[in-house]
């Protein structure tokens, strides 16, 4: 399976970015709906946070505590693209943003840089 991000970029804080995560090579009888679809995060110096989970059980979905009410996870079925709609930025919230498929084995992408700063 491979993914790949996109849309990161420097932002203002208090501002927004709508990160994508596009996806292929499904083998095996597994398909896009077949995974769990999680955002992490790694900032310099600290571990890879898990930031939200789409489920594969009746999509459903949960959010760290830290963005909670900003962040929104989303998947398009038709395109195969999750998505991760970032509102409210602070720069705590800079990262690198890696979007990971999950089904009993994990599969990633390469990152994507979010920075927010004035």
């Known amino acids: 399976v491979q993914l790949v991000e996109s849309g990161g970029g420097l932002v203002q804080p208090g501002g927004s970015l709508r990160l994508s995560c596009a996806t292929s090579?499904?083998?095996?009888?597994?398909?896009?709906?077949?995974?769990?679809w999680r955002w992490y995060r790694q900032a310099p110096g600290k571990e890879r946070e898990l930031v939200a989970t789409?489920?594969?059980?009746?999509?459903?979905?949960n959010y760290a505590d830290s963005v909670k009410g900003r962040f929104t996870i989303s998947r398009d079925s038709a395109k195969n693209t999750v998505y991760l709609q970032m509102n409210s930025l602070k720069p705590e919230d800079t990262a690198v943003y890696f979007c990971?498929?999950?089904?009993?084995?994990?599969?990633w992408g390469q990152g994507t840089q979010v920075t927010v700063s004035s």
């Open positions: 789409s489920s594969r059980f009746l999509g459903r979905t």
């Open positions: 090579g499904f083998t095996s009888g597994f398909t896009f709906s077949s995974y769990d």
């Open positions: 990971n498929a999950h089904s009993g084995y994990d599969y």
